[in-house]
T-cell receptor
Framework: GAVVSQHPSWVICKSGTSVKIECRSLDFQATTMFWYRQFPKQSLMLMATSNEGSKATYEQGVEKDKFLINHASLTLSTLTVTSAHPEDSSFYIC??????????FGPGTRLTVT | KQEVTQIPAALSVPEGENLVLNCSFTDSAIYNLQWFRQDPGKGLTSLLLIQSSQREQTSGRLNASLDKSSGRSTLYIAASQPGDSATYLCAVVNTNAGKSTFGDGTTLTVKP
């Protein structure tokens, strides 16, 4: 099956710094990737849709200047959390869309902001 | 706006039991429905994908059904094992943009 990787798997950063999370499709090309956020014991909340070669589409309530998304190639999308604060601590998961709109998810990145 | 509900929120069964997880959605104009498994602190593993034109899909001990008209899907797990313990999520895609709406999940515990 399709494989999606994320890097790093976990990161701890200080308040005010920026963190970049990478999402890669390893054995296929993905023109569309999604970024989700998940709080403990809650379901996934879609943050934005990342399209290769164009600007990301953000969901209502998600700050585009805080969560910068770049989809520079057909196998890589990045999410940068700028000026991170403790409330940004969360589990961030990406997914890639393949045929028939089936999604394959990455393993997630645990972000802790101190 | 699509809303997805999963019942029950938690389920505990003895090993060997057959069980059913339920997923309901409010807008029946879906493109597909996908069932996932999530282990604590991990990402999502795709279990089954049902296209809107299909009624069911099977993989090993898992069988998922879809009734679009009533807005329901079920995930049937046969002969449950402790290794099946996880949170099961269903997600529906409404448009060909591929955006999914997730339910809150059912946390399954299978006791040895």
């Amino acid at each position: 099956g399709a494989v999606v990787s994320q890097h790093p798997s976990w990161v701890i950063c200080k308040s005010g710094t920026s963190v970049k999370i990478e999402c890669r499709s390893l054995d296929f090309q993905a023109t569309t990737m999604f970024w989700y956020r998940q709080f403990p014991k809650q379901s996934l909340m879609l943050m934005a849709t990342s399209n290769e070669g164009s600007k990301a589409t953000y969901e209502q309530g998600v700050e585009k200047d805080k969560f910068l998304i770049n989809h520079a190639s057909l196998t890589l999308s990045t999410l940068t959390v700028t000026s991170a604060h403790p409330e940004d601590s969360s589990f961030y998961i990406c997914s890639a869309l393949i045929a028939f709109h089936e999604q394959y998810f990455g393993p997630g990145t645990r972000l802790t902001v101190t | 706006k699509q809303e997805v509900t999963q019942i029950p929120a938690a389920l505990s069964v003895p090993e060997g039991e057959n069980l059913v997880l339920n997923c309901s959605f409010t807008d029946s104009a879906i493109y597909n429905l996908q069932w996932f498994r999530q282990d604590p602190g991990k990402g999502l593993t795709s279990l089954l994908l049902i296209q809107s034109s299909q009624r069911e899909q099977t993989s090993g001990r898992l069988n998922a059904s879809l009734d679009k008209s009533s807005g329901r899907s079920t995930l049937y797990i046969a002969a449950s094992q402790p290794g099946d313990s996880a949170t099961y999520l269903c997600a529906v895609v409404n448009t060909n943009a591929g955006k999914s709406t997730f339910g809150d999940g059912t946390t399954l515990t299978v006791k040895p």
